[in-house]
Structure formats: structure tokens, C-alpha cells
Nanobody
Framework: QVQLVESGGGLVQAGGSLRLSCAAS????????MGWYRQAPGKQRELVAS???????NYADSAKGRFTISRDNAKNTVYLQMNSLKPEDTAVYYC??????????????WGQGTQVTVSS
């Protein structure tokens, strides 16, 4: 099984920055995609940003220009640099990864979530 452990959440004032990290442990044949989702109280979980093993990125409109996703394939770790944070960015942020445990056996894993709170 692949386990994901997030870190880096916390409380920050509006306009501040945070960097989230997510490290994958466990053996896998490949990690095809990794990404960050978030869920605010009373709202559905939504994609924030994702990145493929080749480095192609995708961002939610709300994250474009403020957030940057990156990954270290050697460490199976994905990062989310969040700048110019707004109160509406307050949510639990979840790391996601999918790939193949072995050829023909896909997996998808979620982290436990890390709270990000932006005060006005």
C-alpha cells in the first residue's frame, strides 16, 4: 500500500505564504500523478493543483498565479507553495497520488489532510 503524509499547514494572515509537503511511502511501480485537493466546511472537496510524473501541471482558477505545485520524483514527494493567501483559501488540504503498485494494478491514495487557516 502507498501511504501519504502531509505537513506544512497552519495559521497565517491574509497575504502570507505556506508550503505544504506530501511524502509517499510504500512500494509502487509508478506514481503517475500527484496533487492537492481542499475541502472547506460545508463544501465539496475540490482540486487545487496536480502534476504528472513528467512535470505537467494543472491548476484550479482560484490557484493560478498564487500557488505553485512541484514534485521530487526521486523522493516521491509533492509540494504546494501557496502565496498571497486569502481567507477563502481556508480549508483542509489533502494530498492525492495515483499510479501502479505493479503493472496492471492501479492505486489511488489520500493523505490524512492538513488544516490551512487564513485570517483576515
Amino acid at each position: 500500500q502507498v501511504q501519504l503524509v502531509e505537513s506544512g499547514g497552519g495559521l497565517v494572515q491574509a497575504g502570507g505564504s505556506l508550503r505544504l509537503s506530501c511524502a509517499a511511502s510504500g512500494r509502487a511501480f509508478s506514481f503517475n500523478g500527484m496533487g492537492w485537493y481542499r475541502q472547506a466546511p460545508g463544501k465539496q472537496r475540490e482540486l487545487v493543483a496536480s502534476i504528472t510524473s513528467g512535470g505537467s501541471t494543472n491548476y484550479a482558477d482560484s490557484a493560478k498565479g498564487r500557488f505553485t505545485i512541484s514534485r521530487d520524483n526521486a523522493k516521491n514527494t509533492v509540494y504546494l507553495q501557496m502565496n498571497s493567501l486569502k481567507p477563502e483559501d481556508t480549508a483542509v488540504y489533502y494530498c492525492n497520488a495515483f499510479g501502479l503498485l505493479v503493472p496492471g494494478a492501479p492505486f489511488a491514495s489520500w493523505g490524512q489532510g492538513t488544516q490551512v487557516t487564513v485570517s483576515s
